[in-house]
């Protein structure tokens, strides 16, 4: 007895795991095609709901925006109309997701779409019919929908229990015409029995027809969250048919590479968290050719406390070659390089796989002279801020010799065992110097010598410091200081409104693992000013003040256009 309770239990269990798993993913998600660019899912439930535990209210949120007069009224009427008359199931996820495709004619073809589940058709149609926008729209029928276009190219259509929200474009070009010694302007494409068909095929459309087909995007929904993100590579491959040089492998690297991603609202915190999951070999190159991490000491005694931005990546830059080697195209770009004496091998050893930038002082006054009679190479004008770039060298003698290639066309000058940027390179503003340990290209000289010389003390927030560890590639934005340098006077246009962002979103950090056990991981974060909040609350109220700010500088703009060219006068004269 106790040998055949055990079978069983275990097939009840992974049956109840297997029921488990097929519930978290959405049903509506059959009507997404396979082909799919990305799919975005909003949990509407879940956010109301946090919004509600946090003290927030959608009513008077909604009262605060639309409090003027009766045609800001006449809006909010119809934002609460739609909330609560219009028969969606708000219960359920709300899917964005977009698909590109080729014609026969190679013209482009792309739809933006919202997915979204009825709790009542009818009070759709109800809806649309008393709605001053949609009531004059003629209402048709297919087999597996109904629908109204809503204006050019764009179509709502709906079934019993779900709508889909359809932007369609279908870009057709001039051509010439090499027979007839002309260009040719095709004809009007009848988008509307496209779209059609479209709506169609997703109605209708079976599961091996559908996102679900595709690998990775039932893991989606697998973690609790707010918001999901799906995409795969599989939708480049047709553009793989229309390059130029068609390259053997592509497709077996291109193929099935897929990323999850799921995104949660915390205290004082918005966080991203993705992984991705490279095809078989793909996650080949990546196992053999593993980075390290990123060298803080590169950044640790940078010149400034006042940090704009940070950028970091570490990698092994033998990882080139194997991308090369796969796609058998190595002998090719060697032969190309042939004449200049170069090498793909010198390219790779010339880097350490180390890559550093630092910009700072954004907005900031920059004490550096706009030009000085020792230094025949230092840019002639003031920067906007300070910028450093450092690329620390693999092999010197690889390097040497790129470096002295780059003598050649006038691009550096050689003094000695250093190199210093010339020509084009001061042209930009840049100031470059190179020996065989580094690549560092400045903003300017002084900051060049205060970073090399690391005259200041560490100046990088410890919080990033610390994030960054043990990543190879990171992300650091200061978004507060950044517009703090810029947006002196919040009296003008639409400045209330990047005030407000200032004095709300505090820095954006992101960051990406190496490869490890068939996956790599990422996360991005975004810190409020106010850490107690709910991060929710927070962008809510953030959008509220926004939209009010828009709202009321187009009251002022209609304003003083009517004050310029009164109602009375003819219209034939008026400035619309």
């Known amino acids: 007895m106790q040998f055949r309770i055990r079978p069983t239990l275990l097939v009840l269990i992974v049956a109840s795991l297997l029921i488990s798993c097929k519930n978290n993913v959405p049903k509506e998600t059959r009507l997404i095609p396979k082909d799919a660019i990305a799919v975005v899912s909003i949990d509407a439930f879940a956010l109301k709901d946090k919004l509600e535990k946090n003290g927030a209210n959608i009513d008077s949120i909604l009262g605060d925006v639309f409090k003027g007069n009766s045609d800001e009224q006449a809006d909010k009427k119809f934002i609460t109309n739609l909330r609560n008359n219009a028969g969606i199931n708000w219960k359920e996820k709300i899917h964005f997701?977009?698909?590109?495709?080729?014609?026969?004619?190679?013209?482009?073809?792309?739809?933006?779409?919202?997915?979204?589940?009825?709790?009542?058709?009818?009070?759709?149609?109800?809806?649309?019919?008393?709605?001053?926008?949609?009531?004059?729209?003629?209402?048709?029928?297919?087999?597996?929908?109904?629908?109204?276009?809503?204006?050019?190219?764009?179509?709502?259509?709906?079934?019993?229990?779900?709508?889909?929200?359809?932007?369609?474009?279908?870009?057709?070009?001039?051509?010439?015409?090499?027979?007839?010694?002309?260009?040719?302007?095709?004809?009007?494409?009848?988008?509307?029995?496209?779209?059609?068909?479209?709506?169609?095929?997703?109605?209708?459309?079976?599961?091996?027809?559908?996102?679900?087909s595709v690998k990775g995007f039932k893991d989606l929904y697998k973690d609790k969250a707010e918001g999901y993100f799906f995409s795969t590579t599989n939708q480049l491959l047709g553009n793989l048919t229309g390059m130029p040089i068609?390259?053997?492998?592509?497709?077996?690297?291109?193929?099935?590479?897929?990323?999850?991603?799921?995104?949660?609202?915390?205290?004082?915190?918005?966080?991203?968290?993705?992984?991705?999951?490279?095809?078989a070999y793909l996650s080949g190159i990546l196992k053999k050719y593993a980075g390290p991490t990123v060298n803080l000491s590169l950044i640790e005694h940078y010149p400034s406390e006042h940090i704009n931005a940070i950028v970091m990546a570490a990698f092994n830059p033998e990882i080139f070659s194997g991308i090369l080697k796969q796609l058998e195209v190595e002998g090719l770009v060697n032969e190309f390089l042939k004449s200049s004496g170069i090498h793909t091998q010198e390219l790779y050893s010339a880097l350490k796989g180390d890559v550093a930038v630092v910009v700072s002082d954004l907005g900031k006054k920059n004490n550096e002279p706009e030009e000085s009679r020792d230094e025949v190479s230092l840019v002639k004008r003031k920067p906007i801020g300070k910028l450093i770039i450092n690329i620390p060298v693999g092999d010197p003698a690889s390097f040497n010799k790129l470096m002295n290639k780059a003598v050649e066309f006038g691009t550096m000058i050689k003094a000695g065992k250093v190199y210093k940027g010339s020509g084009l390179m001061n042209f930009f503003g840049l100031y470059i110097v190179a020996n065989d340990q580094n690549l560092i290209i400045a903003s300017d000289s002084l900051t060049y010598t205060q970073y090399t010389k690391q005259y200041t003390k560490k100046a990088i927030n410890k919080e990033a410091l610390d994030y960054f560890k043990g990543k190879s590639t990171v992300m650091y934005i200061d978004v507060a200081n950044t517009l703090k340098g810029f947006i002196t006077d919040t009296s003008g246009l639409y400045n209330g409104s990047i005030n407000t962002i200032q004095n709300t979103v505090q820095d954006i950090m992101a960051s990406s693992e190496n490869y490890d056990n068939g996956k790599i991981k990422s996360e991005l974060q975004i810190s409020m000013t106010n850490p107690k909040q709910n991060s929710l609350v927070t962008i809510v109220n953030l959008l509220a003040k926004v939209a009010t700010d828009i709202r009321m500088q187009d009251k002022k703009d209609k304003a003083l256009e009517e004050k310029m060219t009164p109602s009375h006068l003819p219209g034939v004269i008026r400035v619309d």
């Open 97 to 212: 997701f977009s698909v590109q495709k080729k014609a026969a004619d190679k013209s482009s073809i792309q739809s933006f779409n919202v997915l979204g589940s009825l709790e009542d058709a009818a009070k759709l149609e109800q809806f649309l019919q008393s709605n001053e926008l949609t009531k004059t729209k003629v209402l048709k029928k297919e087999k597996d929908f109904s629908y109204i276009e809503t204006m050019e190219n764009n179509v709502l259509a709906w079934s019993k229990e779900q709508f889909i929200w359809m932007s369609y474009t279908h870009q057709v070009k001039p051509y010439y015409d090499t027979v007839q010694m002309r260009f040719i302007i095709p004809e009007k494409i009848n988008t509307s029995k496209e779209i059609t068909a479209a709506l169609s095929q997703m109605f209708s459309q079976k599961e091996d027809a559908s996102i679900l």
């Open 246 to 279: 068609q390259l053997p492998k592509m497709e077996e690297l291109m193929k099935d590479n897929y990323t999850c991603a799921t995104l949660a609202f915390e205290d004082g915190k918005i966080i991203a968290k993705s992984t991705t999951y490279p095809n």
